[in-house]
């Protein structure tokens, strides 16, 4: 039998949904009430979509893979691989298995701005080292920076970090790296609750937004504009301006604004004026 080709099949579609949805207004249906069950193939909305870096970590493959499993059910998995990754992880496999679409150096940053989240399956200690000293010389150091610049959520699994040496000396190295990507604001976890602390991260961030939402009813109708002579702009700035009900802020013309100042300025749906 040939294949339909893409567009006949979605006009193919398209017909069925209108067939069943005249069917169901003669039959007595509310076509709004049956509005979910019968939605065009392919055209739900995405309820995101996650960046997984993976790094030569071998710790807890099997659990790692089930949990990339379960996820790719609900959302779009990015991945990129960095070289040692490529050497010793079953790359074809976890590819196949968790339905990853690999990113090419070209499309990293394009790929991390889509994504809600990035997750680390495979942290090892070397990579863990070089983020929490702001080395980016790899695809995987660079990506967790940029996303660390960028505000987003990263989740990294501890599995392949080796936290039960006997060395005290030593032991204190790792924990003063673990540390300080905590201060980065990276979250650690084990590979087997991966799926649960990625669906915890995203519905927090679901309900940050509905509250970003009733906070914007409230200040809708008293909007106030505030001029800033400063020559750097901060996250910090932002969110207390907002929560002072400021909507409109006018800033020097070679003012510098952080990333994460950025983030906010479109999440809160603030107005920049420029000084001439």
């Known amino acids: 039998m040939e294949i339909l080709k ?127 000293f702001g080395i980016r010389d790899t695809v995987a150091t660079e990506a967790v920076a940029v996303a660390i610049l960028a505000g987003k959520k990263i989740l990294a699994c501890e599995d392949s970090i080796p936290f039960a040496v006997k060395n005290q000396g030593y032991f204190k190295v790792i924990d003063e790296i673990v540390r300080k990507l905590k201060e980065f604001g990276i979250i650690f976890c084990k590979a087997q609750k991966m799926s649960e602390e990625v669906e915890s991260l995203i519905c927090g961030s679901s309900e940050m937004n509905n509250l970003l939402s009733k906070k914007e009813c409230e200040y809708e109708n008293k909007s106030t504009e505030i001029t800033i002579d400063s020559k750097l702009i901060t996250g910090e700035i932002i969110q207390k301006l907002y929560g002072e009900g400021i909507r409109k802020i006018k800033l020097p013309s070679k003012c510098i604004i952080t990333p994460a100042a950025r983030d906010m300025i479109k999440d809160y749906k603030i107005t920049l004026n420029w000084m001439v």
Not at 8 to 31: C, D, H, N, P, T
Not at 62 to 77: F, I, N, Q, T
């Open 6 to 132: 893409e567009e006949e099949q979605r006009y193919i579609e398209e017909l069925v949904r209108r067939i069943v949805s005249e069917v169901l207004k003669k039959a007595g249906y509310s076509e709004a009430s049956k509005e979910e069950e019968y939605k065009t193939p392919g055209k739900e909305e995405s309820p995101g979509n996650i960046l997984v870096v993976f790094t030569g970590g071998t710790g807890s493959l099997d659990a790692v893979a089930e949990e990339l499993g379960k996820l790719s059910g609900k959302y779009k998995l990015y991945a990129v691989f960095s070289e040692m990754a490529k050497k010793v992880l079953p790359q074809e496999k976890l590819k196949k298995n968790a339905r990853l679409e690999e990113v090419c150096c070209d499309g990293l940053y394009e790929a991390i701005d889509k994504s809600r989240i990035v997750v680390l399956p495979t942290l090892t200690q070397n990579t863990a080292a070089k983020i929490a």
